[in-house]
């Protein structure tokens, strides 16, 4: 949920062919994790050499991290003005989130082996997981404290725990559902989890996520 | 949480051999993944060389599945003739897991990353945490039952999810700590979270996780 970044100024054929490296590189990590991944497996995928992914991203790490960006802006194109909403909208987005997830397993699938793979030594997505963890629990926890003020209820000492806990029951609920989709409703159970949440820091009361 | 298995029978000294390649391999796939961890990494941090461990677990592979199987013995070995309690007391159970992960970053982290690792194409343990995850949301489901039927309370059509809810919250809380320990209480998260899923099955009531 990161704001949209300016895009680098560069030819349009230059621009889609960065496009297709970073789709073929969602494939591949998703499919191989990083370290699994290699830069010849990207490049086979988009018939290009090895040497040309290099020619456009640098080097591996730097695709990786691009790749994450990429999806980060893929994340809030849907969103009018790339607006990140707060209060209660914020939580309901969150829903249209696990609802749009379930239709595109395989960015998905790379997200959840990244986002895993970068607590291991050295990951050069380290710093981008941590830093996004951090950011959005800081935009949950502000949006727990602007539905309390909305409503008189003075915000609970809970509300970090919260916000890392609906982070945390996304993440985990896709994995589930990656490796059993014919088990795990992704949409529905995400929707239970941040009401059952939600209704935990707001106190008692029917469907706070209804409009 | 599985059952114990039957330890297949070896000289003592093989046992502790054994033991030893099975911290080490938990130490490397945590620091590096399994794609990325070698045996040769392994096998350099017991002493030994590279055939020594394929002496002992015949593969990369199979070394990985008796990992796994290794952490759920550590996982119940604290239970009372390692039974897995039923009802409220599993509740209780996972909250007293978090704080025991809490103490063992180590071992938290190489089932994170192993975990997510296992959705990626052909994954050795994919197999393993596709039925671990249907046990445990099995197992969980289970207690929501037995509480609702203790309190006289229609099960609601909600167990389903919030069983899957509770063990990807466990999942997610455990990046997120991992990445910033400072920032994320894994304990207190986790009960708080555990404490808002029950209580959305079971109505609203006064702390339903006190004993």
Redesign the interface.
């Not at 998703?30 to 994790?33: C, E, F, L, Q, T």
């Not at 982070?167 to 609920?173: E, F, H, N």
């Given at each position: 949920m990161d704001a949209a970044r300016p895009q680098r100024k560069s030819r349009p054929a230059t621009l889609v062919r960065r496009r297709e490296i970073l789709d073929a590189a969602v494939d591949i990590f998703?499919?191989?994790?990083f370290?699994?991944g290699t830069l010849v497996d990207i490049a086979a995928q988009v018939g290009m050499t090895h040497a040309g992914i290099l020619h456009h991203f640098g080097s591996k790490d730097q695709l990786l991290l691009e790749v994450l960006r990429y999806r980060d802006e893929s994340d809030v194109a849907d969103l009018e003005e790339r607006h990140i909403p707060d209060g209660m909208p914020l939580f309901r987005h969150l829903v249209r989130t696990a609802i749009a997830n379930a239709q595109r397993a395989g960015i998905v699938?790379a997200f959840?082996?990244l986002?895993?793979?970068?607590?291991?030594?050295d990951h050069p997505a380290?710093a981008y997981?941590?830093a996004r963890?951090?950011q959005l629990?800081g935009e949950v926890a502000h949006a727990f404290t602007a539905v309390c003020a909305e409503r008189g209820i003075t915000a609970p000492d809970?509300i970090?725990?919260?916000a890392?806990?609906i982070?945390?029951?996304?993440?985990?609920?896709q994995?589930?559902w990656?490796?059993?989709p014919e088990?795990?409703?992704l949409a529905?159970?995400t929707e239970?989890?941040i009401?059952?949440?939600v209704?935990?820091v707001l106190g008692?009361q029917p469907s706070p996520l209804a409009e």
């Open positions: 998703g499919a191989k994790g370290a699994g699938q959840v082996v986002s895993a793979e970068s607590v291991t030594d380290q997981f941590t963890y951090e629990r809970t970090e725990d919260a890392a806990s982070l945390a029951v996304m993440d985990g609920l994995v589930q990656l490796l059993a088990r795990v409703d529905r159970a239970f989890a009401e059952a949440i209704s935990s008692p």
